[in-house]
């Protein structure tokens, strides 16, 4: 796990400050860079962002610097982008516009009226619609939950999913890869076939894209923990084994629950 860890992060620091006797802060610092290619891309933010005053503060203008130029005339980097959130049952859109003129928040709603600056903390997935060259945003903070005793140290975080059909989310903690084994979406088989795993019959959507980076599906990823129905802890739709979802580093997903009540997503990494 600390390899994983190291490579989505890619440059760690760390500074180590004494919050109680034998427990530290451990601010593990770096970066993630996440490619948005023209059109669609889900995402998400697995850093928290550090502003001069020390404080953290995952406003989207932290997330994907936009400056204003200086020049009406020139725009800014992410100009015509937009976010996409997703409400629980709507999708809620959020244009970047650097122009002081057209708003003071950096982003507008799509008819051109200022719109407050949404947060996008780890955790939450969202949308990107680029609508500019390929682009590559590198997303800077600080790892999140991550304590010390000197000689060991542990990063735990957790996620809630709440009671609702779907929800965008994202990996708390720099990681990717296999979504149970690396990013620790556990749902471990009981002993008894009867008694089903803590997310079975949940789902993991990840979208499909067409040549032009149009959304055009989603490939679904049913939660299954019996063994004799797969070894890969999921199946399609139709109850066949399927290779587990593999989310990149900074990545995004529609999480499906149907077990009629929250679930905490908890990852501890130790080193």
Avoid: E
């Avoid at 860079?33 to 928290?48: A, E, K, M, Q, R």
């Amino acid at each position: 796990m600390r390899k994983t860890l190291l490579m989505a992060a890619a440059t760690l620091a760390a500074g180590v400050i004494s919050i109680q006797a034998q427990v530290y802060s451990q601010n593990i610092v770096g970066y993630v860079n996440v490619v948005t290619p023209p059109g669609f891309t889900f995402v998400s933010n697995p850093l928290d962002y550090i502003d001069s005053n020390g404080l953290t503060n995952n406003a989207a203008t932290n997330i994907f610097k936009n400056p204003y130029s200086g020049n009406d005339n020139i725009q800014g980097p992410y100009d015509g982008n937009v976010l996409i959130l997703w409400t629980g049952t709507g999708y809620d859109q959020y244009v970047f516009d650097s122009l002081p003129g057209d708003t003071t928040t950096g982003f507008t709603d799509s008819f051109g009226n200022p719109k407050a600056t949404p947060i996008l903390s780890p955790g939450i997935g969202f949308y990107i619609n680029n609508n500019n060259p390929r682009a590559t945003n590198t997303i800077t903070g600080t790892v999140r939950g991550a304590t010390s005793n000197g000689s060991l140290t542990t990063i735990s975080n957790t996620v809630t999913i709440p009671n609702q059909a779907f929800t965008f989310v994202g990996s708390a903690t720099a990681l990717g890869g296999d979504a149970i084994t690396n990013l620790l979406l556990a749902n471990p088989y009981s002993g008894n076939d009867n008694i089903a795993g803590p997310l079975d019959g949940c789902q993991i959507l990840l979208p499909i894209y067409n040549g032009a980076g149009i959304l055009s599906a989603y490939n679904t990823f049913v939660f299954d923990s019996l063994p004799g129905d797969t070894s890969t802890g999921f199946t399609d739709t139709f109850g066949n084994p399927k290779a587990a979802p593999v989310i990149p580093v900074g990545g995004g997903f529609f999480f499906g629950n149907n077990v009629n009540h929250p679930i905490t997503w908890t990852q501890v990494i130790q080193f």
